[in-house]
């Protein structure tokens, strides 16, 4: 028996191969109870390429969560262009602000 499994995006897919692992360990322990260390033997070994298979849909299904986000995000050096530059702007109107403007104290 041989297993070949490919990643895909499918999160079914997951689904179906854990489901076809758990079949073939139990099929795996009944060949040992029944004495067939040879085909118990093969079938392990295919349950090991599906396990591998099996752990790298899971790296790719966690890979791909992390790409989703929700909402805008700017990069450190936007935020800090227009941080400068709104406090650009607000200097020129404290300039142009009598102190009695501000609430009555001078300055």
Do not use: C, W
């Amino acid at each position: 028996m041989t297993n070949t499994h490919k990643t895909s995006s499918n999160p079914d897919d997951l689904a179906a191969m854990t489901g076809r692992l758990r079949e073939q360990i139990i099929e795996a322990q009944s060949l040992l109870e029944t004495g067939d260390i040879k085909g118990a033997e093969a079938l392990g070994k295919a349950t090991l390429q599906l396990i591998r298979a099996v752990e790298a849909q899971v790296k790719l299904e966690e890979s791909r969560k992390t790409e989703t986000r929700e909402g805008v995000f700017y990069a450190k050096e936007d935020i800090e262009a227009a941080r400068a530059e709104l406090l650009r702007r607000l200097d020129r109107i404290a300039a142009t602000i009598r102190p009695e403007e501000m609430g009555g104290m001078s300055a």
